[in-house]
């Protein structure tokens, strides 16, 4: 098994991984672009967009003036059933924001 930092290196764009928030909230995320030091990811349920750090896995969260800690905790890939399926969802919670819904 890889290293953190190997791991985190070798998220791509399209990957699905989980972080944690230090508030509780767990994470669902898709990978939207990578660069050198940056992973972007949407989480799934909510839609709202994290810039992680690349070396560390650390996003920063700021929900109504509170800030919090995202940090990447798994990055073991779905079965590709489910990593359908969460695309699907994330699919789907696109198109409710468009519409405003």
């Not at 928030?21 to 672009?33: R, Y």
């Not at 994290?50 to 779905?78: E, K, M, N």
């Amino acid at each position: 098994m890889p290293d953190r930092a190997t791991a985190l290196k070798n998220i791509a764009v399209g990957d699905i991984f989980h972080a944690s928030a230090t508030n509780g909230a767990s994470l669902l995320c898709l990978t939207m672009s990578v660069t050198e030091s940056t992973i972007q990811a949407r989480n799934v349920a909510t839609q709202i967009i994290y810039d992680f750090d690349r070396q560390t896995g650390i996003a920063d969260w700021y929900v109504f003036s509170r800030h919090y800690l995202c940090i990447v905790d798994s990055v073991a890939p779905l079965p590709a059933d489910i990593h359908e399926i969460m695309l699907q969802l994330d699919r789907k919670g696109r198109e409710s924001r468009r519409a405003g819904r």
